[in-house]
């Protein structure tokens, strides 16, 4: 589980925004030689903008809310000799959500509401984690999911 920074999502100067959150899983599945092991998982992020904007009387407020859902390809680099370091890089393939929301004081709303924006995207990845012991691991990682950098926690079972 991790918490971006920085985000390609919007480009605006917002109110209010989130950090992107992310959540992965992943598997295992198969030695690669003396190079790795290969793992899939999945990947789910979120992200969330909002702007409020007062021009006389009139009030509104836009609010932006991101979802990717992601299968994740991953190359586990085995040949390193550091002890507790776990290097990899992958491949993305997901699907990106966009819901957006408007609303004003008007009582002339657009109905500007809904899905929009929606699209399926394909991403490199590489990171790190470190292990402080057998199932415990702090993680960077550099890519496109809901931040360009995501720093967290990883667990192992």
Avoid at 56 to 62: C, F, I, N, Q, V
Avoid at 94 to 114: K, R
Wanted: aromatic share 14%; net charge negative.
């Amino acid at each position: 589980m991790g918490i971006g920074i920085g985000s390609s999502l919007g480009s605006f100067d917002y109110s209010t925004q989130i950090p992107g959150i992310s959540l992965m899983y992943e598997q295992g599945i198969a030695e690669a030689g003396n190079v790795g092991i290969i793992g899939l998982g999945g990947y789910v992020g979120y992200k969330s903008f909002s702007l409020e904007t007062n021009s006389g009387t009139l009030e509104s407020k836009s609010k932006w809310n991101y979802t990717i859902i992601g299968v994740r390809g991953i190359m586990h680099f085995t040949g390193i000799d550091k002890e507790n370091l776990d290097l990899y890089a992958g491949l993305m393939a997901s699907y990106n959500l966009l819901n957006y929301s408007y609303e004003d004081n008007s009582g002339f709303n657009s109905g500007n509401t809904g899905n929009f924006g929606n699209a399926a995207g394909l991403t490199l990845f590489a990171g790190a984690r470190y292990y402080f012991s057998d199932n415990l691991a702090a993680f960077a990682e550099l890519g496109y999911g809901v931040a360009y950098l995501n720093l967290g926690i990883s667990l192992k079972f």
